[in-house]
Every structure is written in C-alpha cells, then in structure tokens.
C-alpha cells in the first residue's frame, strides 16, 4: 500500500507511521531527533507493542527514520535530499611534494582566537568529556599511587594503564598483553616512534589521500618520501592501487588510518583489512595502523582493525585518548609487534617515561566500566551531531555538493563544485568568525582544492546552524 | 698558636674551638652535622656573639667545619682524609664508537627490583619531594584550568608555564620571555628537539667526557658521530680540546651539561662559559645546554649559564623539573634562541603538545614560592648526602680512591685503581642488593673501566653506610 495512501489506511500501524511521516514533513521531528522509544508510544497511545514496532519498521523501510543500536529510533535525511558521496581520490603516483605549512600554520594560529567557531579541528568539545569524573579520579590517583605520580614511571609506560589497554582490545579483535604495549604522549606520538624506528630520510611511506595533515607534516619533516594513494571515502584506501604503488616503488612503510578516517571518514571493511595485512606481510612491509577513531562507531559494533589479522608482528598499532577522553592527558600507545622493542628504546632516548598520573586515571577510566559509559554517550552525541551537521549541509549548500556519511568519528569531507576553492572560502569564512579545514591542507599535491573538511565535535545548536548556513552563501553560486 | 696546644689557651674563643674539634675526632659531631648555630651557643654557653663566630672562624680555617649561606656550620671531612679529585678524561679524539646498550639495560632492569638500593640512578627520593604540596596544586588546578586540562594546551607550551620559567631564568642570567620557551616532556625530550632540530645522521656532536648515558644512547640512536673531549672533574669541558676537535673535526652541534654535569659533578667556571659560548659562535656551531642541575647548588648562589652569554641565540638551553620537583610529571623546556620556530615544529609534529594539567601545577609552584621555597631545603638535603657520602667512601674505599667533591647536583665520580674493572664492581654489589653505575655506561670508547657514579639521592641513613661500607669491601684489595 503507497504510504501517502495511509491517512486513512484501515490498518493502525500505517495511521501510526503517517502520522509521524506527517510531523517529519512538517520538521516537528527533525533530522537527528530521537523518536519516543516503542515502549513510552505504547503507553501513551494505548496500544500494542507489535503495533508501534510495525509503525516503526514502515518508517525505517522509507528512509525516514533509523534505529541506533542501544539507543532507540531516528529522524534521517529523506531520501530525495540526501546528498552523494565524494568521489575517489585519485593522486598522481609521482606527485609532488609540496607542503601546505604556510595555510596550515595559518588555520592553527586563527583558531586559537577564542570568538572563532572552530569546524576546523578535529578535537572534542569539552562539553563531550566527563571533566567531573576524571577530577576525581585525579584526585583518587594522588592518594593511592606511590608518591602521588612524582616518580619516573616505567620506560614502557604504567603498568596498570598497559593492562587495561589489552584488555580493551578484546574489542576489537586484538589478543594483547601488557608487553606488547608502550605508551607514548599522544597518537602522534606512537606514530613518531613508529617512523623513527622504521624508515630514515629519503625512505618512501606509503599513506592514503587525502591524509590527516599531521602525518603528512610529520613524514614530510622526517624527510620521508610521501606517496599518496587512491582512497574511496567510504572504504578506505583502494587495494588495487596500493598493488600497482607497491610493484613500481620501493615502499618502506605503510601507514593507515583504518577506521572513521581523518578526514575523510573512511573506513576499510574487514575483508579489504585483512588482504591489506597480507599484502603488506607478504612484501614484508610493515604497517602502521593509526586507530584513534575505532571506538566511536555509530554503529552497533565496534569495528575491526588490521591488528588483528597480524600475524607475523608487522603491524605497529596505534591509539590514544586524545579524541575519546582528555587530549591534554596525552596518553596514548603502540602495540608494535616485532618493533617493540625498538619502540621502547626510542621511547627511553627520546622522553625517558610517560606522565604517570595522568596514564594511571586513563587506567581507571577502563578498569571500572567508566570509559566504556562515556563512550557510549559520546557516540551518541556524535552520531546526532552528524545527522544534524549533514541536514544542515544538504540544506544550505549549494546542489551538487558531495558530503560523507560516516559510521563514527568527527569529520564531513566535504567535496564541492571543481571550481570552487575552499583555500579561498576559508578566508571568507574566517571573517564570519568561521574556521574550517580547507581540502589543500590534506595532501602533498594539487588536488583537494574544492573540497573541505568539517569537524562535527562541536555540540549542535542553532547558533551553529546559523553558521553553517553562512558558509553555505559564502560558496560562491555562480559555479551551480 | 698551634691548634693542639689551644686546650690550655687563655683565649675563651681558641678554648671553644678546641672542645669542638675534640667532639669532631672522636666522631661525637661526625661529617655532615650541623653545630648549633651562634645564637644559640651563645645564650647556652653564655659567652657573646663574636667570641663564638670567632671559635666558628678558628675551626673553618683548620677545615674541619665549612659555613653554608643561609643555613649555618657543618662538620666536613677533616683535610687529612680528603679524597683526591678523579684525573682528567682523555678520551680518543678518534674514538670508536662503541654503545654499552647491554650493561645499561642490564642496570636498568636490575634496578626496578624494589629490594635493591639504587646508587645507581640519578633520581630524586621520594622524600626529598613535595608530594603533598604538588597535590594540593594539583586538585586546585582541575578546579582552575579551563576544562580542568582535558583540552589540548597551546603547541609552545602552557602560557602560565613559560611565564613562570621565564622569570625563573633571571636566576641565572637569563633574559627571556615567554615567547623564547617551548616546552617538553622532560628534559632529554628537549635535547631530542634540538638533536633532531641540528642534525642529520652522520653528523658529529661533540661532548663532554664521560657523558650521561642518556645523551650517548640518544645520539648514537640518531645515527650521529659522537665526538668525547677531555674534560675535567671540577671544571668541565677543555677548551684547548674543543678548540683543537673544532680544528681537526666538522662538529655540526655541541652538547654539555654546564653545571654540576652527570655524571662528573663538573661545572664550568664562568669565564669558561663564556669562552665555550663566543668560540662556538665563531665557528657557526650552536650549543645545547643542558641545565638540569643548575638550581641544585650547595653554594651560596646560583651558577651562570652558557645561554646568559648567548647573543646570537646560537644556545639552545634545555631544563626541566625531573631532577627538582616531579620526574613523573614529564614538565621540560627549551629557549633555543634562533631555532625556536622549528623546535615548535617539530613539538607539533612528533607529538602535539604538552601535557596541560602538570605543566599548570609546575607553573603554580614557580609562581607563589613554593618552588623556591622547597629548592631550599632540597639543596641542603643534597649537600648533607654528599658529605656523608663522601665520608663514607673516605672510611670504607680503598686508599688511593680519587671522588669528585661536586657542588651541586647528585653525583659523585669516582676513580679507583686502574686495575678495578667496575663492570665485575657492579656484578658483585648487585648480589648484595647494591646498584653502582659503572664508569662505561658513560662513553662509547675503552676508559672509564675502573671508575663509577654513585648518586647521593638517596637519603643518608646507618643502612646505606653499611652498603657503601659492603661496597668498599667488594672492590679488589690486592691491587692496594
């Protein structure tokens, strides 16, 4: 039966979704608003349980609304307005090696203006983070650590806090103990070891494109080789082409941001994880996997990691709390497999130890269950701002404007008419109090220069839609 | 007048004294004690002030006491059983290259067994630290800093933090401000900045002789020549040596520990300093100072720095607060002159930024005192410790046992027959629960065999003497 039939559909389940259908139409409901859950609408309708299920089921076969594991019902973006993915990424295999210090410096500097809104930067709110919970744990860690955390901890990194992390990677496939671990002061401190102990100036990394500016900052200051490869922004980096890259040159190092990339919130599937790890392991180069945006799937999951088919230690992997937790504890890790090792020499030369109370209240966080609730909140949080985020991008935008639809972390890549220069729209934007991430600042080469990167850790509100919504006019029209 | 004859004396002054020195050789007042201060003496013998400060004079000019500014008297080692000072290095100006990486790993492993007394580490005891004040700072600063220090801090380091240090360097001459400073993970993360800043493998950094094992580990570990100069046990480095390698050898970058060096206790006179400073600057070669002792001094002030004679910015000085008030915390600087923008750069790329919460705490005891307040005391803890140290090894080492009589910091060197092989020393003491660190864990050539650092960080008890009584033993009587 149509569903603008219903309205008087002699079945109730039908009466029930058109009503609803009706108020999502008219943005009663809107994108990223929570419907009642099947349970309270049974009460206060009055009728069955199957019923609203039903009603419910109907809703989610037109598109209109979406479950959220564990979390219950959601307005989406209808499906006439929902907006097309960016198209592959396809960098030359000899690009250049230009980098983008100047404009990223320039992001950097006029972000730390305190009006500016900051969709630019990957980093969370921290209305986000469980500020109140962490204190105490702080205050906890004071008392019962021996010498209240003044002593050099462990060169390896705090022993309870290594404990924890490998019990966490149950989660997603890992089979870790305390010994495959070091910590390290932040992700891209991990990755920094990793280089160091893997590659030497002039030496190739192959790594996807676009690419998370750090790590082409970090490579490119290393005086490592960048070679950008063809990416998907729904899967990930293209296996084929990182076949081809691996038959013309001699790649040193791999290095991956396997899951909710940044920025273009990619994510390999299991399947393309494990023909990469085989790859790798079978030219013998070793992979960095960068997973700092594992945990915050919107999905029911957790998704995998190219850990977890390693079997010949050759994957280095690694993470922090810097995006889930406290960027400032700079509190992160390397499981490294073969390089351990090494890490840990590195570790020692380059810093000594890790910051121990702040590595004992991440311990804590996992031991007690604390860090998973907070997760599970902050996924939620996220997934909302995304709807929201996506809704307000489809409507203010101009048409034709690509956006991703991410299954977890923080970042919209945005991609918009060729000729539209997003190093230019961040000028504008930047007047408007509006920071975001122009598309240049992701890769080494010419490309990416009418495509930006939207963070979405900012809480959602009206003033940010308004915000969005001058973004939108500042795209210069005349293009569409 | 004699001294032994002053029993008799008709002077009340020479009659005190005499007492003094008899309590003094029968060890009722032993090395390291303090005597009652003149106030109190006066009022408890009833004599006046200058007869007593005259007593105090007679004793200090036969040497068997010794004054320490803003504290009072104390007994020291009577002259006839002063040890000599350690002969100068000379190392090979073509030295081999060689690591100790095994015995150091060995030393430190051996060390994390909590039952073994560590003479070995140069690291502060937990009771010579603050630990309830830092508390206190610490609760107060979850409370005070915006997002209780989740929130990444500035790239350069906490603003309050180089503040603090920058008005902290008018200490020893320094004239910075805040925009000079970038802060770290501890020291030996400031030295790998400015190592990675200066260099590229196959370089050649030239140091003192012996060295910390931590700056030979972490050159060799970057691929970098190391070049070891003579250097002497009270004043450092030779410069006729420095002149003559700068001579013979392109020294890209020069590295010294300044004041109170690791593991010799040297420290440059300030005319040295100055001479190091403008010679470096004359060749184009920038030097990284090292002054992680610098506010550990016994005297009555505080030594100079290379940097306060730095008027090119060619001096990159790297302190930290690891040695002072919490190495656990990983709070470090650098003021590295002409290289601070790709010292930032490299902050930012190979990890972020600093840790937010610890640097505010390091920045509040800087600010309201504490800091000072708990130098003072730490000093005359460390001052004591050496002196019963050092009297012990006098009892208890084998004569012809040359130490160093360091004026601040933690160590002393010592230099034993050139037959005593210090490695097999170290192999024998750690059965007994002993750890030494033995003389070639601080140089990549073939010297130091017979000579060992035993830090005085630990504090001074009847069961240490034992230790070093147990150590003076298991040293090799036969070649005495």
């Not at 089921?57 to 006439?80: A, D, F, H, K, N």
């Not at 040193?252 to 494990?274: E, R, T, Y």
């Not at 007690?368 to 701002?385: F, P, S, V």
Request: proline share 5%; hydrophobic share 35%; charged share 20%.
């Amino acid at each position: 039966m149509p569903a603008n039939s219903s309205k008087t559909s002699p079945y109730l389940y039908l009466q029930i979704a058109s009503r609803i259908e009706k108020q999502i139409m008219e943005q009663v409901l809107k994108v990223g608003d929570k419907l009642p859950s099947v349970r309270t609408l049974c009460r206060e309708l009055g009728h069955n349980m199957s019923t609203i299920t039903q009603a419910y089921y109907e809703l989610e076969s037109r598109s209109l609304i979406q479950t959220r594991p564990r979390s219950g019902y959601y307005v989406c973006l209808p499906p006439g307005k929902r907006l097309e993915a960016p198209k592959p990424s396809s960098p030359a295999l000899n690009g250049s090696n230009e980098d983008q210090d100047d404009l990223i410096t320039k992001v950097h500097r006029d972000g730390s203006n305190k009006a500016v809104t900051l969709l630019s930067l990957g980093v969370p709110h921290t209305s986000l983070l469980p500020v109140a919970k962490l204190n105490k744990a702080m205050l906890q860690a004071t008392r019962t650590v021996p010498g209240s955390g003044t002593g050099y901890d462990h060169v390896q990194g705090n022993e309870n806090l290594r404990r924890e992390i490998a019990k966490w990677s149950l989660n997603w496939g890992g089979v870790l103990n305390e010994l495959d671990l070091v910590t390290t002061s932040g992700c891209m401190n991990a990755l920094s070891y990793c280089l160091l102990a893997l590659t030497k100036p002039g030496d190739t990394v192959a790594i996807e494109s676009p690419a998370y500016f750090g790590i082409l900052q970090l490579a490119k200051g290393m005086g490592l080789r960048v070679l950008e490869l063809p990416t998907n922004s729904v899967t990930g980096i293209e296996i084929d082409a990182l076949k081809k890259a691996i038959s013309l040159h001699k790649i040193k190092v791999c290095l991956l941001v396997s899951n909710f990339n940044n920025p273009c919130g990619s994510s390999m599937p299991a399947i393309h994880k494990k023909e990469v790890v085989k790859l790798l392991e079978h030219h013998h180069i070793p992979l960095i996997e960068d997973d700092i945006y594992g945990d915050l799937y919107f999905g029911g999951s957790r998704p995998g990691t190219c850990k977890s088919y390693d079997e010949s230690g050759m994957v280095l992997y690694c993470n922090s709390v810097s995006k889930t937790l406290a960027p400032g504890y700079r509190v992160g890790w390397v499981a490294a497999g073969q390089f351990t090792d090494k890490i840990i020499r590195l570790k020692l030369n380059h810093s000594i130890s890790s910051a121990t109370l702040t590595s004992e209240v991440v311990a804590e966080f996992l031991k007690n269950g604390r860090y998973e609730h907070h997760l599970r909140k902050m996924r939620q949080t996220l997934h909302h701002n995304s709807m929201k985020y996506i809704a307000a991008i489809a409507s203010y935008f101009p048409e034709g404007t690509r956006v991703t639809q991410p299954e977890g972390g923080y970042f919209l890549w945005i991609e918009l008419d060729k000729r539209v220069d997003t190093t230019e729209l961040y000028n504008k934007a930047i007047k408007f109090g509006i920071s975001i991430a122009p598309g240049r600042m992701f890769t080494l080469q010419e490309q990416f220069g009418n495509c930006l990167r939207l963070s979405f850790g900012l809480p959602w509100n009206e003033e940010l839609e308004k915000k969005i919504k001058i973004l939108g006019r500042l795209i210069p029209g005349a293009f569409y």
